[in-house]
Each structure stands twice: as C-alpha cells, then as structure tokens.
C-alpha cells in the first residue's frame, strides 16, 4: 500500500505562485506514475499533470506554461510549481499515485485546497 500526504494549498491573490507537494510512502517501488488532478468547484476531477517512471511529462492545455511538474525520486515527493495562477485554477488538487502492477492500482491524498482569488 502507498499512502499520499499533500502540502503547500492555500489562498494567493491572482497572478501569485504556489508550490504543492506531495510525499509518497510504503510500497512506491511500484511506482509508473504520479501526478495531480484537481476537483473545481461543481466540476469533476480533471487531470493537471503527471510525470511517469521513465521522466515523461504531461500537462493539461490550461495550465501549459504556468505549471511545472517535477519529482525527487530519493524522497518519493512530487512537487507541482503554479505560477501565474488564475481564478480558474481554483480547486481541490488530489496527488495521486499509479501502479499498473498490481491491476492498475491507484492511491489518492486527501487533497489540498487551492483558492486563487481575483
């Protein structure tokens, strides 16, 4: 099992910067994928980005060019730098955690509140 613990949510005004971490423990030998999704309000969960075992990257189109998603293997921590942040971005971000062995197992945080205000 993997547990997720997320940090680094908060209130910024528009065009501020966050930086969102999120440290991995237990079983992440079984790591092929972290990443971040984020919930906003009255919306489903979309995918912000991810970064897969071989280093490949992928960001969503709204968030191309402002979001930088990086990951220090040693300490099992992902870290997700927004700049230039938007109203838009506002949202619950959910690290998560994938493994396609076992059975494409997927581990979620709790979530940490992101409110950019304008």
């Known amino acids: 099992q993997v547990q997720l613990v997320e940090s680094g949510g908060g209130l910024v005004q528009a065009g501020g910067s966050l930086r969102l971490s999120c440290e991995a423990s237990?079983?992440?030998?079984?790591?092929?994928?972290m990443g971040w999704y984020r919930q906003r309000p009255g919306s489903q969960r979309e995918l912000v980005a991810n970064?897969?075992?071989?280093?490949?990257?992928n960001y969503a189109d709204s968030v191309k060019g402002r979001f930088t998603i990086s990951r220090d293997n040693a300490k099992n921590t992902v870290y997700l730098q927004m700049n230039s942040l938007e109203s838009e971005d506002t949202a619950v971000y959910y690290c998560y955690f994938h493994s396609i062995v076992p059975a494409g197992s997927i581990y979620w945080g709790q979530g940490t509140q992101v409110t950019v205000s304008s």
């Open positions: 970064i897969n075992s071989g280093g490949g990257i």
């Open positions: 237990g079983s992440t030998s079984t790591f092929t994928a």
